[in-house]
């Protein structure tokens, strides 16, 4: 299985940034798709979950500016990231669960002040 990150780049703070995340099969053979991220000195942190056939959720420190997304036609899951504040600087990692967890290599995201 290959997930592969994009969209990741460097944005003024209040920016907006869309990562999107690949996967080398269907999304439905899995049980969650997430978004991940870790920040430099920081433990890997859960930003957003989204269960097959269940209700997306993302974490506090992002709700009401970040949204994750699915597409399935395409094998495609997204995190749309709104009003972005330094603190978000991190490598954003893409994560799929099944019996096994598959990650992404990352795409960094760098929000200047």
């Given at each position: 299985?290959?997930?592969?990150?994009s969209?990741?780049g460097?944005v003024?703070?209040?920016?907006?940034l869309?990562?999107?995340?690949?996967?080398?099969?269907s999304?439905?053979?899995?049980n969650?798709?997430a978004?991940?991220?870790?920040?430099?000195?920081n433990?890997?942190?859960?930003?957003a979950?989204s269960?097959?056939?269940?209700?997306?959720?993302?974490?506090?420190?992002?709700?009401?500016?970040?949204t994750?997304?699915?597409?399935?036609a395409t094998?495609?899951?997204?995190?749309?990231?709104n009003?972005l504040?330094?603190?978000?600087?991190?490598?954003?990692y893409?994560?799929?669960?099944?019996?096994?967890?598959?990650w992404?290599?990352?795409?960094?995201?760098?929000?200047?002040?």
């Amino acid at each position: 299985v290959q997930l592969v990150e994009s969209g990741g780049g460097l944005v003024p703070a209040g920016g907006s940034l869309r990562l999107s995340c690949a996967a080398s099969r269907s999304l439905s053979s899995f049980n969650v798709m997430a978004w991940y991220r870790q920040a430099p000195g920081n433990k890997r942190e859960l930003v957003a979950r989204s269960p097959t056939g269940g209700v997306a959720d993302v974490a506090d420190s992002v709700k009401s500016r970040f949204t994750i997304s699915r597409d399935n036609a395409t094998n495609t899951v997204y995190l749309q990231m709104n009003s972005l504040k330094p603190e978000d600087t991190a490598v954003y990692y893409c994560n799929a669960e099944s019996i096994v967890a598959y990650w992404g290599r990352g795409t960094q995201v760098t929000v200047s002040s």
